[in-house]
């Protein structure tokens, strides 16, 4: 070919691709803001703000999250996460639960034009009206009501807005997704009975009476199932996984996928990467053996399993970065879901400060928009896309409110 015209195709095409990228750029930040973002699970409360980090000021390096990174990232609203471990037992879980939520409470008072509280549907449409980040409480394990029904009213009444039957933990009346996994080898927590007894199955018609969202994270199946059958609204899964992509007790069976759609229910998707990509758990494992007596004296300082991960995760950075798989993976998880019950059946709970490790381009609250970017070029409408960031969310939160 003459070089005038290889010149001249190579000037079409760049044209054609800077044409492109000034059409799609603003077409994907357009839709992003003016979509009603939902994020359903985020925990820098426990991890972060009862640690003394204050999320006014910029945490970027140290957290997931900061008031400006939630505005960068678009997020309208931010359910945060009111969680204690199966360490706080009776006579002190409760009474945490209550202080994180004070201290929720502080920081939005502190912060009148940036936030506000939002209890029910009417507040969150003021919030985006108002373009302030609406922020929402959910209770992240039953075993902070205590076995006390009157605490649940308390939680709700305080502006909690869904309560995770289970943690890791089983309580005397609901068995955890934990628990049921390793039930026949009794260990490590054996538990008498799988599922929901007479007062889990009180708590949630309870939690339906005050409208209240039952999450179904972190629960075993048989309470999943006992939890479905009994309520008569839709329910939630807050930050799980597909357990096909990712087998872990904590992601979802397909039979169990199929349920929330026949519920009407929502699956919120979990960032992280051990619950993504089923690769990561054998290359952590490498990753935690290298560094086996850092590992081993941590734990002899009494520090929780959990957050070890994290620790060397910001120890060794680049050993970690390695580690993090693309951001395509969450969007498989998606599709799989989608491709079963439909896109009226998805949304984000990112679990941001609540793990170690996202996928690339995920780095924190402010990287949201990548997702929608990733949504347009898989092909799914604005209509969908809507739906997922927000919309679904919308859709179960009117239907279970009072
Ligand atoms: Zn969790």
Redesign the pocket.
């Known amino acids: 070919m003459h070089l005038s015209s290889i010149s001249f195709f190579r000037f079409l095409f760049t044209t054609l691709v800077l044409l492109t990228c000034s059409l799609w750029l603003p077409a994907q930040k357009n839709l992003h803001e003016k979509s009603i973002v939902v994020d359903t ?1 985020n ?1 820098v409360l426990s991890s972060a703000t009862l640690k003394g980090l204050n999320i006014e000021e910029d945490l970027s390096g140290k957290t997931h999250s900061d008031l400006e990174r939630f505005r960068r990232g678009g997020i309208d609203i931010q359910i945060f ?1 009111i ?1 204690c471990d199966e360490r706080f037992g009776k006579g002190a879980a409760f009474a945490h639960a209550l202080r994180e939520i004070d201290s929720l409470d502080a920081i939005v008072a502190r912060n009148p034009r940036k936030m506000m509280l939002v209890n029910s549907p009417a507040d969150l449409r003021m919030a985006v009206r108002k373009k302030k980040l609406g922020a929402m409480k959910g209770v ?1 394990g039953g075993h902070m009501i205590e076995d006390k029904m009157e605490y649940l009213d308390s939680l709700y009444h305080r502006g909690a807005r869904y309560l ?1 039957l289970t ?2 933990n089983s309580t005397s009346w609901a068995s955890s997704a934990w628990d049921e996994t390793y039930y026949d080898r009794q260990q490590p927590t054996p538990i008498e009975k799988k599922g929901l007894n007479d007062f889990g199955k009180q708590v949630v018609r309870r939690m339906n009476e005050l409208g209240m969202m039952i999450d179904l ?2 629960v075993g199946e048989q309470t999943f199932n006992d939890a479905i059958a009994v309520s008569t609204k839709p329910v939630i899964v ?2 799980s996984c597909v357990y096909a992509l990712c087998p872990v007790p ?1 992601n979802l069976k397909d039979e169990q996928i199929r349920t929330i759609g026949k519920n009407g229910g929502v699956i919120f998707l ?1 960032f992280y990467a051990g619950f993504l990509d089923s690769t990561y758990n054998r290359n952590k494992a490498d990753f935690i053996n290298k560094h086996q007596p850092i590992v081993d004296s941590l734990l002899q300082q009494k520090m929780p399993a959990y957050e070890i991960d994290g620790y060397l995760s910001n120890r060794f950075p680049e050993e970690a970065e390695a580690l993090r798989p693309s951001m395509n993976i969450l969007l498989d998880h998606l599709d799989y879901i989608v491709r079963m019950i439909g896109v009226d059946h998805v949304g984000l709970g990112s ?1 941001f400060d ?1 793990i170690e490790l996202a996928p690339q381009d995920l780095d924190g609250v402010e990287d949201m928009p990548n997702i929608t970017s990733a949504l347009l070029v898989r092909g799914y409408s604005r209509q969908d896309i809507r739906k997922i960031l927000g919309g679904n969310f919308i859709r179960v939160f009117k239907a279970v409110s009072k």
């Open positions: 699970h925990d996460s969680f992240e995770t943690w890791n994270s972190h807050s930050h904590r979990n679990d609540g």
